[in-house]
């Protein structure tokens, strides 16, 4: 398709105002999901008065997070400052860009997609770095360096997890490891690849039982203590973009993502990604947080052994099927 | 020239011109976290080029390794030794001579980039990862297992120096 060049660019630009847009809508709906997923378990009713059952009040919560003061400590470096909420939210809406939502619905077929997909988050970790070291304060550096460590240890199995499939499906294009899933998802022929993806991922995307740099008894808020207003809502956009995308991702990955009989592809990946988030949000609700030692314990000296295991075992199966 | 071709050849130079004001900015700036970003931004402005120039697997693993891994290395060193006051070039006991090396390291890049046949923008094959993994475990096999040995080495020296320390 041939455009001239300021028609590409302003398609460019409307292609990521409806990102942040999409984004936007879904972290208001996930945040909806989780208080009243967690009011369920809790025994309560979660949020009632705005809208009916409350389904207004994320909405609610969002203008008034736009419209609140912008405060920077008074000590606090300028430039990084605002940097580092930029840095964790852009990557967290990059990496949506991959994953096949259907058919014709994805963005860029890349054909490293799914090296993209683990590659893009390492930036964010910069972001937090920055956010934490710029805010001038004892509880953000010391939550920005506790996510950012777990961030990196936990990406090695992850990564070395994902490999297993790259594997079998003999591709890095995200669109070819669902096609190789046509017969049978990946979550039959390797079960123990797609428990170590959901773990690792919830320990990635910084999330309980996993949320170490945020824990509020600790910490009081992590790396966005300082942060508020607007700003304070990027961390809160990433934090959902990246639970949603490595949700969607895993059900790409492991759960055959769009394929299914009679409904439309996109209607079968919104399911799988909502079962895989709900899980997510029950283990959140359920489990207790680890100790910031256990945590990292955890990352190197049985997670990483056990992905390298899994990784030969992979090996192994795929020899088994002779493919 | 086609359209698409033109903004190909328009996101080049523009990459390129953030990749030159990053490098600059990284050695002219005062402050060690301001030089790291721009290092950082460099870094992401060349993974621009590698995949404007068909290698997507080297861009992504420029963004992988380098933005990923290394500046965020750097930044972490910064922040433990807490250090980002004193600038590190004025720990350089011999600055004529790193100036030398370095106008003899930029002159052969230089010379090499300008001598060797380089590829158009847009130009390139679909299955360059093949080609490259097949390099790696073929005629490259033994540079690439080398560099393995290389990096295992210098772990177990990080580990030895630690634990000299703690004694």
């Known amino acids: ?323 | 020239m086609t359209e698409s071709q033109n903004i190909e050849q328009l996101l080049f130079v523009a990459f390129g011109i953030v990749a030159a004001g990053g490098a600059l900015f990284a050695v002219a700036t005062r402050s060690l976290l301001r030089s790291i970003i721009a290092l950082g931004a460099f870094l992401t402005a060349v993974a621009g080029e590698f995949y404007l120039l068909a290698a997507d697997f080297l861009a992504v693993v420029q963004i992988f390794v380098y933005v990923g891994g290394i500046v965020v290395l750097m930044l972490f060193a910064l922040m433990l030794s807490a250090s980002g006051v004193r600038h590190p070039m004025a720990a350089i006991d011999r600055p004529a001579l790193g100036a030398a090396l370095s106008y003899v390291i930029g002159a052969g890049v230089l010379w090499g980039s300008l001598t060797t046949d380089l590829p158009s923008v847009g130009a390139g094959t679909d299955d360059a990862v093949d080609a490259l993994g097949r390099a790696l475990l073929g005629s490259q096999l033994w540079s690439f297992e080398l560099i393995g040995v290389i990096l295992l080495a210098s772990v177990i020296t990080a580990l030895v120096i630690v634990r000299r320390e703690r004694r």
């Open chain 1, 1 to 323: 398709m041939e455009m001239s060049l300021p028609l590409t660019f302003a398609a460019g630009l409307l292609w990521g105002a409806a990102a942040f847009t999409i984004v936007g809508a879904l972290t208001a709906g996930l945040v909806l999901a989780e208080r009243k997923v967690s009011a369920r378990i809790q025994g309560r009713v979660g949020p009632m008065h705005t809208g009916p059952h409350g389904a207004l009040q994320t909405i609610a919560d969002m203008i008034k997070l736009v419209m609140k003061e912008d405060v920077r400590p008074a000590r606090a470096d300028a430039t990084a400052f605002r940097l580092g909420p930029l840095l964790v939210a852009v990557p967290a809406i990059l990496s949506l860009a991959v994953i096949p939502f259907g058919a014709p619905l994805v963005m860029r077929d890349l054909n490293v997609g799914v090296l993209y997909f683990l590659a893009i988050p390492g930036v964010t970790v910069i972001g937090l770095l920055l956010a934490g070291w710029a805010s001038y304060d004892n509880y953000s550096f010391l939550g920005g360096l506790r996510s950012s460590a777990q961030f990196i240890s936990y990406e090695i199995p992850r990564s070395l997890t994902v490999v297993t499939v790259v594997m079998l499906a003999g591709s890095l294009s995200t669109v070819d490891v669902l096609d190789a899933q046509a017969t049978v998802p990946y979550a039959v022929l390797l079960p123990f690849s797609f428990f170590l993806y959901c773990v690792t991922s919830l320990a990635e995307i910084n999330r309980l039982p996993f949320d170490m740099p945020e824990a509020e008894s600790e910490l009081v808020a992590g790396y966005h203590t300082e942060y508020s207003g607007f700003r304070w809502a990027l961390f809160f956009l990433a934090e959902y973009a990246g639970f949603f995308a490595a949700a969607a991702f895993g059900a790409v990955l492991f759960l055959g993502g769009g394929n299914g009989p009679l409904l439309p592809p996109i209607v079968w990946l919104a399911v799988k990604t909502a079962a895989l988030l709900f899980i997510g949000m029950w283990i959140r609700f359920t489990l207790p947080r680890f100790r910031a030692d256990q945590l990292m314990r955890l990352a190197w000296k049985v997670f990483l052994p056990a992905s390298l295991a899994n990784l030969v075992l992979a090996a192994l199966i795929m020899r088994a099927l002779g493919s």
